[in-house]
């Protein structure tokens, strides 16, 4: 494969714009002037690079379990964790303490290989999926020429090892989760790739960086050319937000670990540091996708407004990360958990052919822009995606709407 | 060649190791395994786009589809699955030598180009491929899938029942 | 049938749970959280724990307990243990010596306090008595029982102040029935020595 992630020529070693380059910089240079090999630099940078990713994103996972549970606890007229550090900021130190302290139980019944391996093959995929988006302008871990391609095919791995952690635990709760673990993944993924295949279709490339550089510029000076703000691409964008919520199992797509229902699906029989990793497994994988909707409908790293050029690249992305994330918070603490049959109509009935509507239109789209016309790209599009949309949900409003009581011993 | 070398073995004991084992889940999750370093080889070789179609495909898919048809379907335990066994194992050489001999007499009338270079093909190239001079097993190919998906749609489907009233039960 | 825009209850719960998100901030009758160490929150007058004695002004002497064992007779789980004081001839001296109640035994029901002829145990209602002396920090001694009045009408200003009345009214009577028979005998004793002294006339009128 043709890795080439460092960069030739740097400007300044310590611009802001850089500075997540900087370990990697520091250790390459330190390596290089004591004369080591040059495969041996390259290694240790890319060790460095991933170690680098990897620590950031841990450290944001544990800022943001305990963000979560303040944010939840805010809608829900009450204070989260304070009493750990000022205003409850050590609790996650507290939460990684008693999970490395816990006992490790692993059931008799169990496969006792499987059930070791199943944790690490589902953080396997949400790291190795960090590696290729980008942070900023210089900043992508590993810049492949298939980064979309690879993102999806590791994505693809986590159903099976969700498969591997239920059956391992050779009980009936975990593998019951795990079947409807399986079938939610699946079932939401094809609007994911679909409505990720429209943007591919538009910019024309299957590199992450590449499609953020397609979205850049403004249009009348203050709108900016994100995909987003297309008629197509916002659709797309809703799809996709709308399904890596249902691919990180989270509420209100969480019935595969829903307390209330399942106990808590395919993890049920781990505990401790095992139940630690599946933890971060889930939101690493939530970062990850959400990090690649932002590369792909919001404009990655691109600045909301002409003209402020002096903020560093990554800046933007983790704004945007961050105001992603919280809307997931905010939608966990709206609603309520949906049914599995719910769940399987919703992806199966509206999701898929909506998602397969914005492929036409994002072609209409792109062709009658580039030929000039504008207006009429709005006057196709619009329609052509509205309509089915209004007519799907008028169908799901009546056949779905509960049926009138009729009570029959009751005195009118 | 390193890797070759490396990957090779691995391969072989998988698909083995599926094909030899009692408990079903456990052979498809080595089948699952073998086609994942399948996937590692393509890429290791060169051939970045069909390795990662490959590994999501395959490992992502099929390897799923295996493993869920497995849960439903409830095979029976493992002694049954043992008695069922054929007592000798000649009949399987039997059955597998012809085909051995047919693979290996055509991989030895390829010819391999000589440079070592990666023969990539461009991904524009392998799509344009695919649409134009490939297009009507393409779009056969669809079509076969989409009747599959109908015919699994209609056999799974439950009777349509009238919405009872609620009071009714 | 209404015509509403697809999804837009969804968005109205968004802005129903933002408007909460947002306003716990600065309105204070949103968050009833009471933290707990730096905190409390106020105990209903109805609630009990366990027993206590009350005493009128001094500890030692004003004791309402006769150690009349009536509570220890009654107690279901048998938590209360009396030893009547009694002094050097044997003749009870109407306190107690030993009152100890088992603190892991009791189980709250405040039948002691209702049967009481005395109105001298109530249920209190601390709740802090959290000890890592598993048998002596839960057994509870006289010191420890006895409680004042006024922490008995601070803690139930309705059952005490209704207590006190009772007594006050009960002590009125008492008082008022002593001075009648204190008047009544100041009669008698007046009457007999009218009659004494009126005989002793007659007596002196006879001899002379």
């Known amino acids: ?412 | 060649m390193i890797a070759l070398l490396i990957l090779t073995p691995l391969i072989l004991f998988a698909a083995l190791g599926a094909v030899w084992k009692a408990r079903p889940v456990h052979a498809a999750l080595l089948l699952a395994l073998s086609l994942a370093l399948n996937a590692v080889l393509y890429l290791v070789m060169g051939a970045d786009f069909i390795g990662l179609v490959q590994f999501m495909v395959y490992v992502g898919a099929v390897a799923v589809l295996i493993v869920f048809s497995l849960l439903i379907t409830r095979p029976g335990d493992e002694a049954e699955e043992l008695a069922r066994r054929p007592r000798s194992v000649l009949p399987g050489i039997a059955c597998v030598l012809p085909v051995l001999a047919v693979l290996v007499f055509t991989v030895s009338k390829v010819t391999v180009p000589e440079s070592g270079s990666t023969a990539s093909i461009s991904l524009e190239t392998l799509g344009k491929a695919l649409f134009t001079t490939h297009a009507p097993a393409v779009l056969a190919l669809a079509v076969l899938l989409t009747a599959v998906m109908i015919g699994a749609a209609l056999f799974a489907r439950e009777p349509a029942k009238k919405p009872q009233n609620p009071s009714d039960s | 049938m209404k015509l509403r825009l697809p999804g837009a209850g969804l968005l109205e719960g968004l802005a129903v749970t933002g408007r909460n998100m947002v306003e716990s901030f600065y309105k204070k009758e949103r968050m009833t959280t009471v933290q707990y160490p730096e905190e409390r929150a106020p105990i209903s007058p109805n609630f009990r724990n366990f027993p206590f004695l009350v005493y009128d002004g001094d500890a030692k002497t004003g004791l309402r307990c006769t150690a009349c064992s009536i509570c220890e007779k009654e107690c279901p789980p048998q938590c209360i243990y009396i030893v009547l004081d009694r002094d050097e001839n044997g003749k009870s001296l109407k306190r107690p010596k030993v009152f100890d109640i088992d603190l892991s035994v009791c189980m709250n029901c405040g039948i002691c306090s209702e049967v009481c002829p005395f109105d001298s145990i109530y249920m209190d209602g601390e709740y802090e008595l959290s000890t890592d002396d598993r048998f002596g920090g839960l057994l509870f001694g006289l010191d420890r029982l006895a409680k004042s009045a006024e922490y008995h009408m601070k803690l139930r200003p309705e059952q005490a102040s209704e207590v006190m009345a009772r007594r006050k009214a009960d002590e009125e009577k008492k008082a008022a029935a002593a001075a009648a028979k204190a008047a009544k005998a100041k009669a008698d004793a007046e009457s007999k020595a009218k009659a004494a002294a009126e005989a002793k006339t007659e007596e002196k009128g006879e001899s002379a």
């Open chain 1, 1 to 412: 494969m043709n890795l080439s992630a460092i960069p030739s020529a740097t400007p300044s070693l310590f611009s802001p714009e850089l500075l997540p380059r900087l370990p990697q910089r520091l250790v390459e240079i330190i390596l290089q002037s004591i004369g080591a090999p040059e495969w041996l630099v390259s290694i240790a940078g890319f060790g460095v690079a991933a170690g680098t990713v990897v620590g950031v994103f841990a450290g944001a996972f544990a800022l943001l379990s305990l963000i979560e549970r303040k944010t939840l606890a805010r809608v829900q007229n009450r204070i989260g964790p304070n009493r750990a550090g000022w205003f409850g900021i050590l609790q996650p130190v507290a939460d990684g303490i008693k999970m490395l302290t816990k006992e490790d139980i692993v059931p008799a019944k169990a496969e006792k290989l499987l059930h070791l391996l199943a944790p690490i093959l589902i953080v396997l995929p949400s790291i190795l999926a960090l590696g290729v988006i980008p942070y900023g302008r210089e900043w992508t871990p590993v810049p492949l020429e298939l980064g979309l391609l690879f993102f999806f095919a590791v994505g693809s791995m986590t159903e099976l090892s969700i498969f591997i952690a239920g059956w391992a635990s050779g009980s009936k709760f975990p593998m019951l989760g795990a079947m409807r673990a399986i079938s939610q993944m699946v079932s939401y993924e094809l609007p994911l790739m679909i409505a990720g295949l429209g943007v591919i279709m538009v910019s024309g490339t299957l590199s992450l960086p590449r499609i953020v550089e397609l979205q850049s510029g403004f249009h009348l000076g203050f709108i900016p050319a994100w995909n987003i703000c297309t008629p197509w691409g916002l659709v797309a964008g809703l799809l996709f937000y709308i399904c890596s919520i249902a691919e990180a199992n989270r509420c209100p797509f969480d019935l595969p670990e829903g307390e209330s229902e399942i106990v808590a699906g395919h993890m049920t029989e781990y505990s401790g540091f095992k139940y630690a990793l599946f933890f971060m497994g889930e939101y690493l994988g939530l970062f990850a996708i959400s990090g690649l909707g932002i590369t792909l409908f919001l404009g990655g790293w691109q600045a909301p407004f002409p003209g402020l050029d002096f903020v560093p690249s990554w800046f933007w992305f983790f704004g945007k990360l961050a105001l992603v994330i919280f809307s997931f918070l905010w939608i966990r603490a709206t609603y309520p958990r949906v049914r599995i049959d719910q769940l399987m109509r919703f992806a199966w009935l509206c999701m898929i052919p909506m998602a397969l509507l914005t492929l036409p239109a994002a072609g209409i789209w792109t062709l009658l822009n580039r030929g000039g016309h504008g207006l009429l790209a709005w006057l196709v599009t619009v329609p052509l995606l509205l309509v089915p949309w209004v007519i799907i949900a008028v169908i799901f409003n009546r056949r779905l709407a509960p049926a009138t009581r009729t009570y029959r011993f009751a005195d009118s």
